[in-house]
Protein backbone atom coordinates (compact mmCIF):
# COMPACT_ATOMS: atom_id res chain seq x y z
CA UNK A 1 0.00 0.00 0.00
CA UNK A 2 1.63 3.13 -0.95
CA UNK A 3 2.20 5.50 2.23
CA UNK A 4 -0.04 8.54 2.29
CA UNK A 5 0.74 12.42 2.34
CA UNK A 6 0.69 14.87 5.57
CA UNK A 7 -0.73 18.19 5.67
CA UNK A 8 0.14 20.30 8.55
CA UNK A 9 -2.21 23.72 8.97
CA UNK A 10 -6.09 24.50 7.54
CA UNK A 11 -5.71 27.38 6.14
CA UNK A 12 -6.01 28.49 2.14
CA UNK A 13 -2.88 27.42 0.84
CA UNK A 14 -2.51 23.68 3.02
CA UNK A 15 -5.93 22.81 1.67
CA UNK A 16 -5.33 23.72 -2.17
CA UNK A 17 -1.98 22.23 -2.03
CA UNK A 18 -3.43 18.78 -0.15
CA UNK A 19 -6.54 18.63 -2.71
CA UNK A 20 -3.62 18.99 -5.98
CA UNK A 21 -2.14 15.89 -3.97
CA UNK A 22 -5.48 14.19 -3.72
CA UNK A 23 -6.77 14.78 -7.01
CA UNK A 24 -3.34 13.71 -8.48
CA UNK A 25 -4.11 10.05 -6.66
CA UNK A 26 -2.61 10.31 -3.50
CA UNK A 27 -4.14 9.40 0.21
CA UNK A 28 -3.86 12.95 1.85
CA UNK A 29 -4.47 13.38 5.49
CA UNK A 30 -4.91 17.33 6.94
CA UNK A 31 -4.17 17.83 10.14
CA UNK A 32 -6.91 20.91 11.79
CA UNK A 33 -7.09 22.23 15.54
CA UNK A 34 -10.64 22.52 14.56
CA UNK A 35 -13.14 19.35 15.20
CA UNK A 36 -15.98 21.41 13.80
CA UNK A 37 -14.23 22.53 10.48
CA UNK A 38 -12.62 18.77 10.04
CA UNK A 39 -15.80 17.15 10.38
CA UNK A 40 -17.24 19.87 8.06
CA UNK A 41 -14.51 19.23 5.35
CA UNK A 42 -14.90 15.52 5.28
CA UNK A 43 -18.78 15.57 5.17
CA UNK A 44 -19.27 18.39 2.70
CA UNK A 45 -15.73 18.42 1.19
CA UNK A 46 -15.18 22.01 1.45
CA UNK A 47 -13.17 24.54 3.37
CA UNK A 48 -15.64 26.94 4.03
CA UNK A 49 -13.81 29.36 6.50
CA UNK A 50 -11.11 29.51 4.11
CA UNK A 51 -11.95 28.41 0.58
CA UNK A 52 -15.65 28.65 0.43
CA UNK A 53 -17.23 27.22 -2.67
CA UNK A 54 -14.42 25.05 -3.59
CA UNK A 55 -14.83 21.55 -3.63
CA UNK A 56 -12.53 18.99 -1.99
CA UNK A 57 -11.29 15.86 -3.50
CA UNK A 58 -13.04 12.87 -1.41
CA UNK A 59 -9.25 11.13 -0.98
CA UNK A 60 -8.54 14.72 1.44
CA UNK A 61 -9.21 13.46 5.00
CA UNK A 62 -9.24 16.21 7.34
CA UNK A 63 -8.96 15.47 11.25
CA UNK A 64 -7.66 16.90 14.17
CA UNK A 65 -6.15 13.51 15.38
CA UNK A 66 -1.92 14.45 14.76
CA UNK A 67 -0.70 10.80 15.37
CA UNK A 68 -3.28 9.54 12.59
CA UNK A 69 -2.57 12.25 10.32
CA UNK A 70 1.38 11.73 10.80
CA UNK A 71 2.06 8.27 11.31
CA UNK A 72 3.48 6.62 7.92
CA UNK A 73 3.31 9.84 5.80
CA UNK A 74 6.13 9.59 3.22
CA UNK A 75 6.26 13.57 2.80
CA UNK A 76 4.75 16.25 5.30
CA UNK A 77 3.81 19.29 4.10
CA UNK A 78 3.97 22.26 7.26
CA UNK A 79 1.82 25.05 6.57
CA UNK A 80 1.53 26.86 9.87
CA UNK A 81 1.50 30.40 10.55
CA UNK A 82 5.26 31.63 11.76
CA UNK A 83 4.39 32.37 14.98
CA UNK A 84 2.70 28.96 15.39
CA UNK A 85 5.44 27.04 13.57
CA UNK A 86 8.03 25.56 15.94
CA UNK A 87 5.39 25.03 18.46
CA UNK A 88 3.19 22.73 15.93
CA UNK A 89 6.69 21.32 14.77
CA UNK A 90 7.37 20.25 18.04
CA UNK A 91 4.19 18.78 18.67
CA UNK A 92 4.38 16.62 15.68
CA UNK A 93 8.14 15.27 16.52
CA UNK A 94 6.82 12.59 18.08
CA UNK A 95 5.50 10.87 15.21
CA UNK A 96 7.93 11.69 12.91
CA UNK A 97 10.75 9.71 11.76
CA UNK A 98 14.35 10.33 10.38
CA UNK A 99 14.48 10.64 6.34
CA UNK A 100 11.09 11.60 6.49
CA UNK A 101 10.35 14.00 3.31
CA UNK A 102 9.67 17.81 5.60
CA UNK A 103 8.47 20.83 3.24
CA UNK A 104 7.48 23.65 4.33
CA UNK A 105 5.17 25.91 2.33
CA UNK A 106 5.29 29.21 5.06
CA UNK A 107 6.50 32.37 4.29
CA UNK A 108 7.46 34.22 7.08
CA UNK A 109 10.26 34.36 9.83
CA UNK A 110 10.28 33.99 13.53
CA UNK A 111 9.36 36.89 15.85
CA UNK A 112 12.84 38.00 17.86
CA UNK A 113 14.95 34.90 16.21
CA UNK A 114 15.52 36.02 12.26
CA UNK A 115 14.99 32.20 11.40
CA UNK A 116 13.07 31.05 8.79
CA UNK A 117 10.77 27.80 8.82
CA UNK A 118 13.62 25.91 7.28
CA UNK A 119 15.97 26.54 9.96
CA UNK A 120 13.25 25.89 12.64
CA UNK A 121 12.76 22.21 10.69
CA UNK A 122 16.46 21.79 10.62
CA UNK A 123 16.57 22.65 14.44
CA UNK A 124 13.75 20.36 15.69
CA UNK A 125 13.76 17.47 13.10
CA UNK A 126 17.73 17.52 12.40
CA UNK A 127 17.39 13.79 10.55
CA UNK A 128 14.54 14.97 8.38
CA UNK A 129 14.71 15.37 4.38
CA UNK A 130 14.15 19.64 4.66
CA UNK A 131 12.62 21.67 1.54
CA UNK A 132 10.73 24.79 1.07
CA UNK A 133 7.90 25.22 -1.40
CA UNK A 134 7.19 29.13 -2.31
CA UNK A 135 6.25 31.13 -5.35
CA UNK A 136 3.37 32.94 -6.92
CA UNK A 137 0.93 30.63 -5.62
CA UNK A 138 -2.48 33.15 -4.51
CA UNK A 139 -4.80 30.05 -2.97
CA UNK A 140 -7.43 30.85 -4.48
CA UNK A 141 -6.61 30.97 -7.94
CA UNK A 142 -5.14 27.49 -7.47
CA UNK A 143 -8.47 26.34 -6.20
CA UNK A 144 -9.88 27.58 -9.50
CA UNK A 145 -7.79 25.85 -11.45
CA UNK A 146 -5.82 28.75 -13.12
CA UNK A 147 -2.64 27.63 -14.35
CA UNK A 148 0.18 28.14 -11.57
CA UNK A 149 4.07 27.26 -11.41
CA UNK A 150 5.78 27.27 -7.78
CA UNK A 151 9.47 26.27 -6.85
CA UNK A 152 10.69 23.12 -4.50
CA UNK A 153 14.29 24.00 -2.92
CA UNK A 154 16.61 21.62 -1.49
CA UNK A 155 19.97 20.59 -1.70
CA UNK A 156 18.00 17.17 -1.45
CA UNK A 157 17.80 16.35 -5.40
CA UNK A 158 15.72 13.22 -4.76
CA UNK A 159 13.35 15.28 -2.29
CA UNK A 160 12.80 17.78 -4.64
CA UNK A 161 11.93 15.27 -7.79
CA UNK A 162 9.39 13.19 -5.47
CA UNK A 163 7.58 16.45 -4.53
CA UNK A 164 7.70 17.04 -8.35
CA UNK A 165 5.77 13.74 -8.82
CA UNK A 166 3.31 14.73 -6.27
CA UNK A 167 2.94 18.35 -6.71
CA UNK A 168 2.31 18.68 -10.77
CA UNK A 169 -0.41 18.82 -12.70
CA UNK A 170 -2.29 19.78 -15.47
CA UNK A 171 -2.68 23.55 -14.36
CA UNK A 172 -0.20 23.12 -11.02
CA UNK A 173 3.99 23.16 -11.60
CA UNK A 174 7.08 22.86 -9.46
CA UNK A 175 10.58 23.85 -10.37
CA UNK A 176 12.99 22.57 -8.72
CA UNK A 177 16.19 24.86 -7.18
CA UNK A 178 19.23 23.79 -4.59
CA UNK A 179 19.06 27.32 -3.44
CA UNK A 180 16.38 26.31 0.23
CA UNK A 181 17.85 30.08 1.56
CA UNK A 182 17.42 32.19 -1.37
CA UNK A 183 13.74 30.70 -2.21
CA UNK A 184 12.41 30.83 1.07
CA UNK A 185 13.63 34.36 1.93
CA UNK A 186 12.30 35.82 -1.30
CA UNK A 187 8.80 34.43 -0.64
CA UNK A 188 9.33 35.86 2.98
CA UNK A 189 10.51 39.43 1.78
CA UNK A 190 7.51 40.02 -0.76
CA UNK A 191 5.09 40.08 1.42
CA UNK A 192 6.62 43.46 3.19
CA UNK A 193 6.28 45.00 -0.15
CA UNK A 194 3.08 43.42 -0.66
CA UNK A 195 1.43 45.73 2.00
CA UNK A 196 3.62 48.76 0.41
CA UNK A 197 1.84 48.63 -3.00
CA UNK A 198 -1.81 48.11 -1.41
CA UNK A 199 -1.35 51.10 0.60
CA UNK A 200 0.11 52.54 -2.56
CA UNK A 201 -3.07 51.55 -5.02
CA UNK A 202 -5.50 52.70 -2.19
CA UNK A 203 -3.84 56.26 -2.68
CA UNK A 204 -4.89 56.20 -6.08
CA UNK A 205 -1.09 56.12 -7.48
CA UNK A 206 -0.54 55.64 -11.06
CA UNK A 207 1.11 52.70 -13.12
CA UNK A 208 4.50 54.68 -13.29
CA UNK A 209 4.30 54.80 -9.45
CA UNK A 210 3.33 50.72 -9.32
CA UNK A 211 6.24 49.67 -11.55
CA UNK A 212 8.94 51.81 -9.74
CA UNK A 213 7.34 50.81 -6.09
CA UNK A 214 7.85 46.91 -7.46
CA UNK A 215 11.29 47.52 -8.81
CA UNK A 216 12.49 49.17 -6.21
CA UNK A 217 10.89 46.88 -3.68
CA UNK A 218 13.43 43.69 -5.65
CA UNK A 219 16.39 45.85 -5.30
CA UNK A 220 15.86 46.14 -1.68
CA UNK A 221 14.93 42.65 -1.63
CA UNK A 222 18.56 41.77 -3.61
CA UNK A 223 20.59 44.27 -1.38
CA UNK A 224 19.37 42.17 1.69
CA UNK A 225 19.59 38.96 0.46
CA UNK A 226 23.54 39.17 -0.40
CA UNK A 227 24.18 40.76 3.34
CA UNK A 228 22.16 37.48 4.64
CA UNK A 229 24.29 35.53 2.01
CA UNK A 230 21.33 34.27 -0.65
CA UNK A 231 22.18 34.58 -3.99
CA UNK A 232 20.50 37.69 -5.93
CA UNK A 233 19.97 35.77 -9.04
CA UNK A 234 17.56 33.63 -7.21
CA UNK A 235 15.30 36.61 -6.64
CA UNK A 236 14.95 36.92 -10.90
CA UNK A 237 12.91 33.64 -10.34
CA UNK A 238 9.75 32.58 -9.41
CA UNK A 239 10.06 32.63 -5.95
CA UNK A 240 11.67 36.19 -6.14
CA UNK A 241 10.44 38.45 -8.92
CA UNK A 242 7.20 36.10 -9.73
CA UNK A 243 5.71 35.94 -6.34
CA UNK A 244 6.68 40.03 -5.56
CA UNK A 245 4.83 40.92 -8.91
CA UNK A 246 1.84 38.73 -7.93
CA UNK A 247 1.21 39.81 -4.17
CA UNK A 248 2.04 43.60 -5.08
CA UNK A 249 -1.16 43.89 -7.77
CA UNK A 250 -3.49 41.15 -6.32
CA UNK A 251 -6.42 41.54 -3.75
CA UNK A 252 -6.63 38.09 -3.70
CA UNK A 253 -2.94 38.88 -1.46
CA UNK A 254 -3.72 39.39 1.97
CA UNK A 255 -0.98 41.48 2.71
CA UNK A 256 -2.04 43.44 -0.07
CA UNK A 257 -5.16 43.50 1.68
CA UNK A 258 -3.89 45.07 4.87
CA UNK A 259 -1.88 47.63 3.04
CA UNK A 260 -5.46 48.99 1.31
CA UNK A 261 -6.79 48.92 4.66
CA UNK A 262 -4.17 50.88 5.83
CA UNK A 263 -4.61 53.35 2.62
CA UNK A 264 -7.89 54.01 3.63
CA UNK A 265 -7.37 55.56 7.03
CA UNK A 266 -8.04 52.60 9.05
CA UNK A 267 -6.04 51.21 12.15
CA UNK A 268 -2.84 48.06 11.55
CA UNK A 269 -5.61 46.46 14.46
CA UNK A 270 -8.84 46.75 12.43
CA UNK A 271 -7.19 45.88 9.00
CA UNK A 272 -5.63 42.78 10.26
CA UNK A 273 -8.93 41.90 12.09
CA UNK A 274 -11.19 42.57 8.89
CA UNK A 275 -8.61 40.61 7.06
CA UNK A 276 -9.25 37.27 9.43
CA UNK A 277 -6.38 34.99 8.07
CA UNK A 278 -2.59 35.60 9.12
CA UNK A 279 -0.65 38.48 7.11
CA UNK A 280 2.57 37.43 7.51
CA UNK A 281 4.26 40.64 6.25
CA UNK A 282 3.13 42.52 9.01
CA UNK A 283 5.73 40.53 11.56
CA UNK A 284 8.12 40.32 8.80
CA UNK A 285 8.38 44.09 8.26
CA UNK A 286 9.19 44.63 12.08
CA UNK A 287 12.23 41.50 11.77
CA UNK A 288 13.58 42.94 8.65
CA UNK A 289 13.72 46.36 9.74
CA UNK A 290 15.71 45.27 12.61
CA UNK A 291 17.94 43.42 10.95
CA UNK A 292 18.71 46.45 8.50
CA UNK A 293 19.56 48.49 11.11
CA UNK A 294 21.69 46.12 12.76
CA UNK A 295 23.62 45.29 9.56
CA UNK A 296 23.82 48.72 7.90
CA UNK A 297 21.60 47.86 5.08
CA UNK A 298 20.35 50.27 2.93
CA UNK A 299 16.53 49.91 2.61
CA UNK A 300 14.02 52.98 2.30
CA UNK A 301 11.09 51.80 1.48
CA UNK A 302 11.12 49.32 4.86
CA UNK A 303 11.71 52.04 6.66
CA UNK A 304 9.29 54.64 5.56
CA UNK A 305 6.66 51.94 5.58
CA UNK A 306 7.34 50.87 9.06
CA UNK A 307 7.03 54.52 10.29
CA UNK A 308 3.33 54.66 8.26
CA UNK A 309 2.26 51.02 9.77
CA UNK A 310 3.77 51.38 13.37
CA UNK A 311 4.49 54.97 13.94
CA UNK A 312 1.03 56.24 11.97
CA UNK A 313 3.72 58.72 10.32
CA UNK A 314 1.50 60.95 7.63
CA UNK A 315 1.87 58.72 4.42
CA UNK A 316 2.56 62.05 1.96
CA UNK A 317 5.72 63.15 4.59
CA UNK A 318 7.15 59.93 4.29
CA UNK A 319 6.75 59.89 0.13
CA UNK A 320 8.25 62.70 0.45
CA UNK A 321 11.02 62.25 2.59
CA UNK A 322 12.07 59.12 0.21
CA UNK A 323 11.93 61.36 -2.69
CA UNK A 324 14.23 64.18 -1.50
CA UNK A 325 17.15 61.04 -1.03
CA UNK A 326 19.81 61.31 -3.35
CA UNK A 327 19.16 58.59 -6.47
CA UNK A 328 21.64 55.57 -6.14
CA UNK A 329 22.25 53.05 -9.20
CA UNK A 330 19.44 50.86 -10.97
CA UNK A 331 20.92 47.49 -10.30
CA UNK A 332 23.53 46.97 -7.83
CA UNK A 333 24.83 43.86 -9.03
CA UNK A 334 25.16 44.80 -12.36
CA UNK A 335 28.35 44.34 -14.19
Known sequence: MTAHIAVLGGGSFGTVIANIMANNGFE??????????????????????????????EQLIASTDMPWVLQGAEAVFVSIPSSSFRQVVQQAKAWLVPQQLL???????????????????????????????????????IAQGHITASVIASLDSALCERVQTILCSKSFRAYASKDMFGVELGGTLKNIYAIAAGLSAALGVGENTKSMLITRSLAE???????????????????GIGDLIVTCTSPLSRNYRVGFALGQGKSLDDAVAELGEVAEGVNTLKEVRQQAIEHDIYMPLVMGLYDVVFNQAPVKQVIANMMGNQPNVDVDFAT
Request: charged letters at 20%.
Open 28 to 57: VRQWLRDEATAKSMNQQHENKRYLPGYQLS
Open 221 to 239: MSRFAVAKGANPMTFLGLS
Open 103 to 141: ISTTKGVEASTFKLMSHILQEELPTGRIGVLSGPNLAKE
